[in-house]
């Protein structure tokens, strides 16, 4: 399976942007992790139950939106009311349908990786 994540750029703090994740064939629970510049990449947001579960790193709750379309095999990150610790490039990341892997916050539970897609968040 491959992941191609898009929607990344430059933006304002304060603005908007949605990235969004395609898989190549089914997948298991999909997630969004993120690394800044200089730093270690770390948990943004997983969808699991087949959508029904939604988790957020504690920095993005209330800001971002994890959703998903099963039909699309695809995963999207709504990112409101961004600051410039928001930079980073970002990462979709999903685990094969046969492993589960419930610590959805661990990097190492996640078989697949996108490339990442760069966003810059402006002040």
């Known amino acids: 399976v491959q992941l191609q994540a898009s929607g990344g750029g430059l933006v304002q703090a304060g603005g908007s942007l949605r990235l969004s994740c395609a898989a190549s064939?089914?997948?298991?629970?999909m997630a969004w992790f993120r690394q800044p510049p200089g730093k270690e990449r770390d948990f943004v947001a997983v969808?699991?139950?087949?959508?029904?579960?939604?988790y957020y790193g504690d920095s993005v709750k209330g800001r971002f939106t994890i959703s998903g379309d099963d039909a699309k095999n695809a995963v999207y990150l709504q990112m409101n009311s961004l600051k410039p610790e928001d930079t980073a490039v970002y990462y979709c990341?999903?685990?094969?349908?046969?492993?589960?892997?419930?610590?959805?916050?661990?990097?190492?539970?996640?078989?697949?990786w996108g490339k990442g897609t760069l966003v810059t968040v402006s002040s």
């Open positions: 990341a999903a685990q094969d349908l046969a492993n589960y892997y419930s610590s959805y916050d661990d990097q190492a539970g996640y078989d697949y």
């Open positions: 969808m699991a139950g087949y959508g029904s579960n939604t």
């Open positions: 064939g089914r997948t298991g629970v």
